[in-house]
C-alpha cells in the first residue's frame, strides 16, 4: 500500500523558513517523480514543485520560483520542500503527491497534508 | 484566477446524471492529458481519472472522463449523496512548464 507522510508544518514569521519532508513508503521511491501540492484556507488546489525520478529536473510555480527549493533522498525514500522568505500567502495545506509521468502527468496518491501557517 | 477553469458549483438530485467541464487553452489541455480529482470534505484530494478518460482501480464506471480540443468534461452518472466533494481538473502547460488545476467545482446532491 502506498503511503505518503508529510512532516515539518507549523507556525512560521513572514520572512521566516520551514522545511517540509514526506517519507514515502509501499513502492519503489526512486523510480517515481514526486511533487507539492499546496491548498490555502478555502480555496483551490495549487500545484508548487515537482522533481524527476533521480532529480536532476526540477520545476516550480512562478508563485515559489527563488524562494522554495524542492529535493528528495532515494536512499531515505524522503521527498523535502525547504521553503525561504514565507509570505502570509503561503498559509496553506501542503500536500506531497506521487507524480506518474508516463502518459500523462498526474498525481495517483496523496499524503494527508501538513499545515503551514505564516503569520507574526 | 487558475488556468484551467471549471463552473463553481453544480447540482442534481440523487441518481440523476451531472457534468463538469474544464477548458483550458493549446499549451495545456490542447496538448496533454487531463485528470480529476475528487476531495471529500476534510480529506486529501484523490484521483478520480486520468489520461483523459482512465480510472484507476476501484473508482467505479459512474465516473467517467472525456477531452475535445481545449476543454475536458467529467461526467458523473447515478448521483449519490456520498459523492458531495469538490472536483479539480490538473493538467500540465507546456509555456508555464508547470502542473496546472481548476479552481475547482462543488459538487452538491440534493
Known amino acids: 500500500e502506498v503511503q505518503l507522510l508529510e512532516s515539518g508544518g507549523g507556525l512560521v514569521q513572514p520572512g521566516g523558513s520551514l522545511r517540509l519532508s514526506c517519507a514515502a513508503s509501499g513502492f519503489t521511491f526512486g523510480n517515481y517523480a514526486m511533487s507539492w501540492v499546496r491548498q490555502a484556507p478555502g480555496k483551490g488546489l495549487e500545484w508548487v514543485s515537482a522533481i524527476s525520478d533521480s532529480g536532476s529536473n526540477i520545476y516550480y510555480a512562478a508563485s515559489v520560483k527563488g524562494r522554495f527549493t524542492i529535493s528528495r533522498d532515494n536512499s531515505k525514500n524522503t521527498l523535502y520542500l525547504q521553503m525561504n522568505s514565507l509570505r502570509a500567502e503561503d498559509t496553506a495545506v501542503y500536500y506531497c503527491a506521487k507524480f506518474t509521468s508516463i502518459t500523462g502527468k498526474y498525481f495517483d496518491y496523496w499524503g494527508q497534508g501538513t499545515l503551514v501557517t505564516v503569520s507574526s | 484566477q487558475s488556468v484551467l477553469t471549471q463552473p463553481p458549483s453544480v447540482s442534481a438530485a440523487p441518481g440523476q446524471k451531472v457534468t463538469i467541464s474544464c477548458s483550458g487553452s493549446s499549451s495545456n489541455i490542447g496538448k496533454h492529458y487531463v485528470s480529476w480529482y475528487q476531495q471529500l470534505p476534510g480529506t486529501a484530494p484523490k484521483l478520480l481519472i486520468y489520461?483523459?478518460?482512465e480510472r484507476p482501480s476501484g473508482i467505479p464506471d459512474r465516473f467517467s472522463g472525456s477531452k475535445s480540443g481545449t476543454s475536458a468534461t467529467l461526467g458523473i452518472t447515478g448521483l449519490q449523496t456520498g459523492d458531495e466533494a469538490d472536483y479539480y481538473c490538473g493538467t500540465w502547460d507546456s509555456s508555464l512548464s508547470a502542473g496546472v488545476f481548476g479552481g475547482g467545482t462543488k459538487l452538491t446532491v440534493l
Open positions: 489520461d483523459n478518460s
